[in-house]
């Protein structure tokens, strides 16, 4: 084999991400690199690629070696109300709050040391199990007024190759709440 595209071949992140999920992602372009006019316009059930640290007490910072791939969705809550007897057609629309941010981080964790694997899926999984919501560090979620999000369930399926391991993260965003409030 040419050495010079063994070389290319063992360095190209996208390529072993490619052969660690076995499909091609699409080409997303990395946050940082999007003009300022188009960060102002984030539209809701976007897919982005972010740098993403995960905060949490007596935790180490957690950030994931690639930047994973993150999918927000969110909605209103509205109440219909349809009225008896009435002379036009349709509901009340009653709109009451705004639902959670729905948030899926997906990726994959490549790292040809056994060792230094296991030591990162270790370290993800103190935070994934833990019985409190998880502060973020992330352009877009912290664009979105998501400081904290609660992991409501986490995958790692098969993933081709022993240095590759896929993951997906679903949970919502969380905040602080005063539950007693003072008279």
């Excluded at 997906?106 to 998880?134: C, F, Q, T, W």
Aim: proline share 4%; hydrophobic share 40%.
């Amino acid at each position: 084999m040419d050495p010079i595209r063994y070389i290319h071949d063992a360095t190209n992140i996208a390529l072993q991400a490619q052969n660690a999920l076995g499909y091609n992602l699409l080409n997303l372009v990395p946050y940082d690199k999007l003009s300022s006019e188009f960060r102002a316009g984030l539209m809701e059930n976007t897919n982005w690629i972010v740098p993403l640290t995960f905060r949490a007490d007596g935790l180490d910072d957690f950030k994931f070696p690639l930047d994973p791939i993150v999918s927000l969705s969110s909605k209103n809550i509205i109440t219909r109300r349809y009225v008896s007897k009435g002379q036009t057609r349709g509901s009340i629309k009653e709109h009451w709050s705004q639902d959670d941010w729905e948030i899926t981080i997906s990726g994959v964790i490549i790292e040809s040391n056994p060792d230094d694997m296991e030591a990162i899926l270790l370290e993800l999984r103190k935070y994934l199990d833990s019985a409190k919501s998880i502060e973020v560090t992330c352009p877009v979620f912290n664009q979105m007024d998501i400081l904290r999000i609660a992991v409501e369930s986490y995958d790692f399926p098969f993933t081709k190759g022993v240095e590759n391991q896929a993951f997906v993260i679903k949970g919502y965003s969380d905040g602080d709440y005063d539950l007693l409030i003072k008279n």
